[in-house]
């Protein structure tokens, strides 16, 4: 698991809000060690759970990926984001949001959803897949900067300069980190719209807004990983502490 705290200046003082990001399940069944995933996420006790896209196997098949989301528990919700697979299987779009929304999960496809957590004011704005200048000017037309806005989209290489000043976080997946990595060697294979990002925290545009970009928890075409484990990612929003610039 990681563990990352972000000082957000719209935060205000207090506990803040605990984020769990997960992404790229990938999942045809429901197998032991998913279910303990599902068991540490909840025991992390987050304020909202948010995914990334990629919820299908090889199989195309979503069985195991609802069984997985069904388990999952936030008092402000779980919201998600269609990812390349959800495509490439053809089950993308309303037939999705609506096995999603059985599972207790609200799929956003170019849409802002708002919330108020502790007194702070929130859009979830979920860009579908592939973060196309369309559903870019979409979303913009729709944030307001008044509100914490965090941004979900499956792939981390997008126009994020159109989000500028308005988004506060973007959070990611798509890339699995590499997959299959050697120590201190960039991956050898990175999927479409991932470079140059690979894992982890980077700051963008000239705002320098917080890109997250999650390994995800399954795999694609073979299933291993070397030297990049799955990652469950809990995300602490703060108020930065007195004279600290945010982020």
Same mark, same amino acid.
């Given at each position: 698991?990681?563990? $990352?705290?972000?000082?957000?200046?719209?935060?205000?003082?207090?506990?803040?809000?605990?984020?769990?990001?997960?992404?790229?399940?990938?999942?045809?069944?429901?197998?032991?060690?998913? &279910?303990? &995933? &599902?068991?540490? /996420?909840?025991?992390? $006790?987050?304020?909202?759970?948010?995914?990334?896209?990629?919820?299908?196997?090889?199989?195309?098949?979503?069985?195991?990926?609802?069984?997985?989301?069904?388990?999952?528990?936030?008092?402000?919700?779980?919201?998600?984001?269609?990812?390349?697979?959800?495509?490439?299987?053809?089950?993308?779009?309303?037939? @999705?949001?609506?096995?999603?929304?059985?599972?207790?999960?609200?799929?956003?496809?170019?849409?802002?959803?708002?919330?108020?957590?502790?007194?702070?004011?929130?859009?979830?704005?979920?860009?579908?897949?592939?973060?196309?200048?369309?559903?870019?000017?979409?979303?913009?037309?729709?944030?307001?900067?008044?509100?914490?806005?965090? /941004?979900?989209?499956?792939?981390?290489?997008?126009?994020?300069?159109?989000?500028?000043?308005?988004?506060?976080?973007?959070?990611?997946?798509?890339?699995?980190?590499?997959?299959?990595?050697?120590?201190?060697?960039?991956?050898?294979? @990175?999927?479409?719209?991932?470079?140059?990002?690979?894992?982890?925290?980077?700051? /963008?545009?000239?705002?320098?807004?917080?890109?997250? /970009?999650? $390994?995800?928890?399954?795999?694609?075409?073979?299933?291993?990983?070397?030297?990049?484990?799955?990652?469950?990612?809990?995300?602490?929003?703060?108020?930065?502490? &007195?004279?600290?610039?945010?982020?």
């Amino acid at each position: 698991m990681e563990k $990352r705290q972000l000082s957000i200046a719209k935060i205000p003082p207090g506990p803040g809000l605990r984020i769990v990001h997960l992404s790229d399940l990938h999942l045809r069944s429901l197998p032991n060690h998913f &279910a303990a &995933a &599902a068991a540490t /996420v909840n025991q992390l $006790r987050p304020d909202l759970i948010l995914l990334t896209g990629d919820y299908l196997d090889q199989a195309r098949r979503l069985d195991g990926a609802i069984s997985f989301m069904r388990l999952l528990k936030a008092d402000g919700g779980i919201f998600a984001v269609q990812g390349n697979w959800e495509y490439w299987a053809r089950l993308e779009g309303e037939p @999705l949001r609506r096995k999603l929304a059985a599972a207790g999960v609200e799929l956003l496809i170019d849409e802002r959803r708002d919330l108020l957590i502790r007194g702070i004011p929130l859009s979830i704005l979920g860009i579908d897949y592939p973060s196309a200048s369309d559903s870019l000017e979409k979303i913009k037309r729709t944030a307001q900067t008044d509100r914490l806005n965090i /941004v979900l989209s499956h792939v981390p290489a997008f126009g994020h300069d159109t989000l500028a000043p308005l988004a506060d976080l973007i959070l990611s997946g798509h890339t699995h980190g590499g997959q299959i990595r050697l120590p201190g060697v960039r991956p050898l294979y @990175l999927p479409r719209f991932s470079a140059p990002f690979v894992s982890g925290l980077y700051r /963008v545009t000239t705002n320098r807004i917080p890109l997250y /970009v999650n $390994r995800g928890l399954g795999t694609s075409v073979l299933p291993l990983r070397f030297f990049c484990p799955p990652e469950i990612a809990l995300l602490q929003l703060q108020s930065p502490p &007195a004279g600290q610039l945010p982020y």
